[in-house]
Structures are given as structure tokens and as C-alpha cells.
């Protein structure tokens, strides 16, 4: 009998794991792109939430 942890870990397929890895990567990319546009119009410190 195997622990339910591994039995999912094994249906998972190498396409899978690709299309999270970009989907986080695109993610990543646009959460970088808006947060540095704020940071030029605002300001850093008020981005980081410090005072």
C-alpha cells in the first residue's frame, strides 16, 4: 500500500511541471514589470510599505 502523497506525485507528467514553471515565470515577469512601474512614479519607500 502506498501513501496517497505518492500516488499523486506520480500522475503528475513532465508537461505539467512545464506549463507551472511558465505560468509562474509569466507571472513573475509582469508582477516585476508593474511593481518597478509604481516604484518610478511613487517612489520606493512608499512601495515597501515603510515610512
Known amino acids: 500500500m502506498t501513501p496517497a502523497s505518492t500516488s499523486y506525485w ?3 507528467s513532465d ?3 512545464t506549463w507551472f514553471l511558465t505560468v509562474q515565470t509569466l ?3 509582469v508582477c516585476v514589470l ?3 512601474q509604481l516604484g518610478d512614479m511613487y517612489g520606493h519607500r512608499p512601495m ?3 515610512r
Open 10 to 12: 506520480t500522475r503528475v
Open 15 to 17: 508537461a505539467d511541471i
Open 27 to 29: 507571472a513573475a515577469a
Open 34 to 36: 508593474l511593481l518597478s
Open 48 to 50: 515597501l510599505g515603510s
